[in-house]
């Protein structure tokens, strides 16, 4: 029992962190060099739209779900000297890369568009708010892609000294 709980915990840590790294590669690679080239009230109204529709049950599970599983994972290989230290490695990295920075970095930057009634804000304004939003907000996902890449990997190679 306890060999099936430890493998099952693994694959599902492997798979909410491979889907968090392919998440935030894709909006990296292709969400935000696309609207990036919008001007600024679609720009804007898109970054607004997606942010509001991406909050629901399945995205929280698969983001923070992690969070919660690395931990267990590297308690359950606490025996495993190799895997133990990659796997807490991958704990505190996606702790710290992906929680911390999404919940201090792009989250407050996503409440700020949020509140924002663009419709109602001059061309000045709304050149203002993307400035304040679009490269801070791009910074903070870049730490989140990295270090949901570097937890996979790191995983992926923890995965390969387990017993």
């Known amino acids: ?22 998440l935030c590669f894709t909006w990296s690679n292709a969400v935000t060099p696309g609207i990036g080239r919008l001007d600024n009230i679609s720009f804007l109204k898109a970054f607004q739209a997606m942010n509001r ?37 991958a704990a505190i990295l996606f702790f710290v890369g992906i929680g911390l920075v999404t919940i201090f970095g792009n989250v407050p930057l996503n409440e700020v568009l ?13 050149h203002e708010l993307r400035n304040k939003f679009e490269q801070p907000w791009n910074r903070w996902h870049t730490i989140r892609t990295l270090s949901s890449f570097s937890t996979f990997t790191l995983l992926i190679i923890g995965m390969l000294y387990t017993k």
């Open 1 to 22: 029992m306890e060999f099936k709980l430890k493998i099952i915990v693994l694959m599902l840590s492997i798979l909410f962190t491979g889907l968090t790294a392919g």
């Open 53 to 89: 529709e991406i909050v629901n049950g399945r995205f929280m599970i698969v983001f923070f779900g992690p969070v919660i599983l690395l931990f267990i994972n590297t308690y359950l290989f606490k025996n495993s000297s190799i895997s133990f230290w990659l796997f807490l490695a």
């Open 114 to 126: 949020d509140t924002s009634n663009l419709e109602t804000l001059s061309k000045i304004e709304l």
